[in-house]
């Protein structure tokens, strides 16, 4: 393993212990070392040999090779995050990722689940079982709450507070919010931990609000797992990931009314500007709505 491959082995070992996604990890792991194959290739093998010139070099190959502008934005990022954390490492004193420009990319609106979808998504689990009041609760909190999966398998019992319908959640950068959860989120919640998680449990102790059937806590791959096969079963034609929730929530929040600065707390969006991709969402769909129920919206009617 090359001195450059082996802080990107670090660096995948730090995603991990953040209960990054699985996905997340395989990405950043996939489109990284293929920029430091091109920097050995260019007899670049070492941190203190890399520099903006070898950079520019290796987005202009992926120009030539025409690598799609979202591909290309999207390997910007992620060089950027490794940078991040090479100046944390005191590796490096400046990120030399964050002085190349990313390419403009129009933002695909997000996806989301109608009301009924995640009515049918939530009945799926068996609450007669204990697993199947662990994944009820899951998917009640994901959808109530909005938080991310690396979020939500990091609660832990002392952060929940049942009466008020609050968590106190760990988003990115280690920076504390309190999440809010409705009464049927709270009731799936206070079940599962009633009843099913003392059964997964056994005779172990845990702090965690979430474990899997051996008593440990349970990780985002399981969960995405729980919540993909939910979707499955409750027939919706996307895939249904954790993610999904999140979006599904900022959108029916506002589809609801709600503030999009409240709504922008209650993610943990640190630019308003992130959650305001969700307005746009529920403009496109009062348009969709206005075009196929206003009488004199269309030249065809009379």
């Not at 998680?197 to 172990?204: A, H």
Request: glycine fraction near 8%; aromatic fraction near 6%.
């Amino acid at each position: 393993m090359s001195a450059l491959h082996a802080w990107l082995d670090r660096y995948l070992r730090s995603l991990q212990q953040d209960n990054a996604s699985p996905y997340t990890v395989k990405n950043y792991g996939t489109d990284i070392a293929q920029f430091l194959d091109f920097c050995i290739a260019q007899g670049v093998g070492t941190l203190e040999d890399l520099d903006r010139d070898v950079v520019r070099a290796y987005m202009a190959k992926l120009d030539e090779d025409s690598i799609v502008r979202a591909s290309i934005a999207r390997c910007v990022f992620e060089l950027r995050a490794f940078g991040d954390f090479l100046v944390r490492q005191k590796a490096w004193q400046h990120n030399v990722f964050r002085r190349i420009y990313a390419p403009r990319v129009p933002r695909r609106l997000p996806r989301y689940l109608t009301l009924e979808e995640a009515k049918r998504l939530l009945a799926i689990p068996d609450v007669s079982e204990p697993q199947g009041l662990r994944d009820r609760a899951i998917l009640e909190v994901l959808y109530a709450s909005g938080v991310r999966v690396s979020e939500l398998v990091r609660l832990d019992l002392g952060d929940a507070d049942l009466i008020a319908g609050e968590l106190r959640v760990i988003g990115k950068g280690d920076k504390e919010r309190i999440a809010l959860i409705g009464r049927p989120a709270v009731a799936a919640l206070r079940s599962y931990i009633e009843h099913g998680r003392p059964e997964l449990l056994g005779d172990k102790a845990a702090a965690a609000i979430f474990i899997n059937r051996l008593g440990g806590r349970l990780s985002s791959r399981s969960v995405d797992t729980v919540v993909r096969k939910a979707g499955n079963a409750a027939g919706i034609d996307q895939t249904v990931t954790p993610h999904l929730l999140r979006h599904t929530f900022a959108t029916h929040m506002l589809d609801g009314g709600a503030d999009l600065r409240v709504v922008q707390e209650l993610l943990g969006h640190e630019n308003i500007a992130t959650t305001q991709i969700y307005a746009n969402v529920t403009q496109g769909r009062a348009r969709e709505i206005y075009l196929k129920a206003h009488p004199r919206a269309s030249g065809d009617r009379h």
